[in-house]
C-alpha cells in the first residue's frame, strides 16, 4: 500500500518543522512519496526577483534573505557543507537567470525562478529524512511531470505522468521515501515550467493518481479544512469529513487550503484525501471522500478577492441567437476562464478570478476591443465573491432568508445559484466581504 504525503511552506520552513514533518513520514510507514513546497517565504522572494526590474543591490539582497532560509535549515545538519553546496549551485544558476529577467521579463524565466524554492527545500528535506534514519532520497520531478509551455499555469500530460511515473519512480519507492517538488514540471522543449501558485497540492494529487496510491495527505499550518478561512472568522472550526463534491466547491472558490485543482484527480481516482497539520499531527485533520455520513445544508463558507466582473450588453441579443456564443468564443481565443454568470433580457454578466500572485490584468484591453466590436462592455473590479458551499442548497426552503436577511446591509452585486447544489456564490464590494463572511458564519454555524 502506497501513499502520498505533501507538505506546505510553513511545514519546511526551518529546521524544528522539517523534523516534524520527518517524524509524521516515520511513523507512517505507506507513506513512500512525498512532494514539498518551498520553504516559506521562499517562493514570495522568487516571485519579486521575477516580476520586478531591481537594482543588482536589491537583487543580491533578496538572493541572501534566500541563502539564509536555507542555510538556518543545514547548520543543524552533519551534511551541512554539502547541502550547502547544492544551495549554492542552486542560487548562482538564480542569480544568472534573476539578471536576465531583469532585461527579459519573459514568462518562461520566471518560471525557472520561482522553481528554485521547490529545489532547494526538497533536497534538504530528504537529508532531514536520513538523520532519523528513513532512507530519503531527492527525485526531481521533472522527469516525470512532462507539461505543456503555458509558462505560470503549465497543464500537465497526464498519459506521460502515468508511464513515466512506472518506469522512472515506482521502482525507487521500494527501498526509498521519495521527496520530490510540488509546483514545478517541464516542457517539451526541456524548459522548466510551473503549475500556478499553490500548485503544490495538486502536484501531489497527480502523483498520487500516477502512483495507484491509497491516499493523500495534505499536511499544512492548520488541522483541517475549517468552515470558513480562519483568519476572517475566530470562530472557525475544523470540518471533520467532507465529500470531494463540496471540498471541490470550497477549493474553487477560495479556500486558499487546497489549491483548486487538488481535487480533480482525487475524485477522478477515488483516492481518499486528509488534510491536517503537521504541528499537531495528533489533533487529527479533515477527510475528504466519495461517501460523508452526515450532508448538512450549510457546510463552509469560502471568500475569493480580487473578482473582475465583466458586464456585456446588446440590444442585438433580444430575442437573437448565436449572440453568447460570439462573447465565448472572444474569451476561449484568450484562454479565459468564466466563473460566475447571469443573463438579463439584453446583458450578460460574468466573473474572472484574478489568481493569487498574478501581475497582470486578467481582462487585457485587446479583450475588451474585441468584445466592444460585438457589444457595450463594463468592467469592474475590486469585488469579493463569496461562496456558501453545502448540500441540496438548490432544494432547499428558506435559503434566501438564512443568507440574505443576516447581511440586509450589504449591497449583493451578483448572485448565482441553482446550477450546483453545492452552492449559492454572490458578490460584493471588497470593502464588504470579511464582513459578509465572519456575519453568515456566525449565523450559521455557531
Ligand atoms: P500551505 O503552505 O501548507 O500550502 P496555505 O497557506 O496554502 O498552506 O493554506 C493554509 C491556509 O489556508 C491556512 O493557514 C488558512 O489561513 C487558509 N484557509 C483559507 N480557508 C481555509 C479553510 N476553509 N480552512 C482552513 N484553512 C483555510
Ligand atoms: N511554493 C509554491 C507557492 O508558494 C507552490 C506551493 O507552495 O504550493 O505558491
Ligand atoms: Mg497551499
Known amino acids: 500500500m502506497l501513499n502520498v504525503a505533501k507538505f506546505g511552506g510553513t511545514s519546511v520552513a526551518d529546521y524544528e518543522a522539517m523534523l516534524r514533518c520527518a517524524n509524521i513520514i516515520k511513523s507512517q510507514p505507506q507513506t513512500k512519496l512525498v512532494a514539498v513546497s518551498a520553504s516559506a517565504g521562499v517562493t514570495n522572494h522568487l516571485v519579486t526577483l521575477s516580476t520586478k526590474v531591481l537594482s543588482a543591490q536589491e537583487q543580491s539582497e533578496i538572493i541572501e534573505s534566500i541563502r539564509q532560509i536555507q542555510y538556518n535549515i543545514t547548520k543543524h545538519l552533519d551534511c551541512e557543507a554539502e547541502l550547502n553546496t547544492i544551495v549554492d549551485g542552486i542560487l548562482s544558476q538564480l542569480t544568472e537567470l534573476a539578471t536576465q529577467q531583469n532585461t ?27 538523520t532519523i534514519d528513513v532512507n530519503g532520497l531527492c527525485f526531481d520531478v521533472r522527469r516525470v ?14 498519459e506521460q505522468l502515468s508511464s513515466q511515473c512506472q518506469t522512472e519512480l515506482l521502482p525507487l519507492l521500494e527501498e526509498h521515501v521519495v521527496v520530490t517538488q510540488g509546483f514545478i514540471g517541464q516542457d517539451g522543449l526541456g524548459c522548466t515550467t510551473t503549475l500556478g501558485r499553490g500548485g503544490s497540492d495538486y502536484s501531489a494529487a497527480l502523483l498520487a493518481e500516477a502512483t495507484n496510491a491509497s491516499g493523500l495527505a495534505i499536511w499544512t499550518d492548520v488541522v483541517g479544512i475549517f468552515t470558513t478561512d480562519p483568519r476572517i472568522a475566530s470562530s472557525a472550526r475544523a470540518i471533520p469529513e467532507i465529500s470531494f463534491g463540496e471540498a ?17 484527480p482525487a475524485m477522478r481516482s477515488d483516492i481518499p484525501v486528509f488534510v491536517g497539520s503537521s504541528r499537531e499531527p495528533e489533533a487529527g485533520g479533515t477527510q475528504i471522500m466519495q461517501q460523508v455520513k452526515s450532508k448538512p445544508t450549510y457546510r463552509a463558507i469560502a471568500l475569493r478577492r480580487e473578482q473582475t466582473l465583466v458586464t456585456v450588453k446588446s440590444p442585438a441579443m433580444l430575442h437573437a441567437s448565436g449572440f453568447l456564443a460570439q ?40 479583450v475588451v476591443e474585441e468584445l466592444e466590436q460585438l457589444c457595450e462592455v463594463t468592467v469592474e473590479h475590486g469585488l469579493n465573491l463569496v461562496a456558501v458551499v453545502g448540500n441540496k442548497l438548490n432544494a432547499t426552503t428558506g435559503l434566501g432568508s ?22 449559492l456564490c454572490f458578490l460584493v464590494d471588497e470593502k464588504d466581504g470579511d464582513k459578509v463572511v465572519e456575519t453568515l458564519h456566525d449565523k450559521l454555524f455557531i
Do not use: W
Not at 525562478?113 to 528535506?125: K, V
Not at 511531470?145 to 497526464?158: C, E, F, Q
Not at 466547491?249 to 481535487?263: D, V
Not at 440574505?404 to 450546483?420: E, K, L, T, Y
Open 104 to 130: 527579459l521579463q519573459t514568462a518562461k524565466t520566471g518560471d525557472a525562478i520561482l522553481a528554485c524554492g521547490e529545489q532547494m527545500s526538497s533536497q534538504i528535506f530528504a537529508r532531514v529524512l536520513q
Open 145 to 158: 511531470m512532462k507539461t505543456n509551455s503555458l509558462y505560470g499555469k503549465a497543464v500537465v500530460d497526464l
Open 248 to 264: 471541490a466547491e470550497m477549493a474553487t472558490f477560495g479556500a486558499k487550503i487546497l489549491h483548486p485543482a487538488t481535487l480533480i
Open 327 to 366: 462573447v465565448f468564443t472572444i474569451l476561449a481565443k484568450h484562454e479565459l476562464s468564466v466563473d460566475l454568470i447571469t443573463t438579463s433580457e439584453i446583458s450578460v454578466a460574468l466573473t474572472f478570478d484574478n489568481p493569487t500572485g498574478s501581475t497582470q490584468a486578467v481582462i487585457t484591453q485587446n
Open 402 to 423: 438564512n443568507i440574505f436577511d443576516n447581511i440586509s446591509d450589504v449591497n449583493i452585486r451578483m448572485i448565482c445559484h441553482g446550477a450546483s447544489s453545492n452552492n
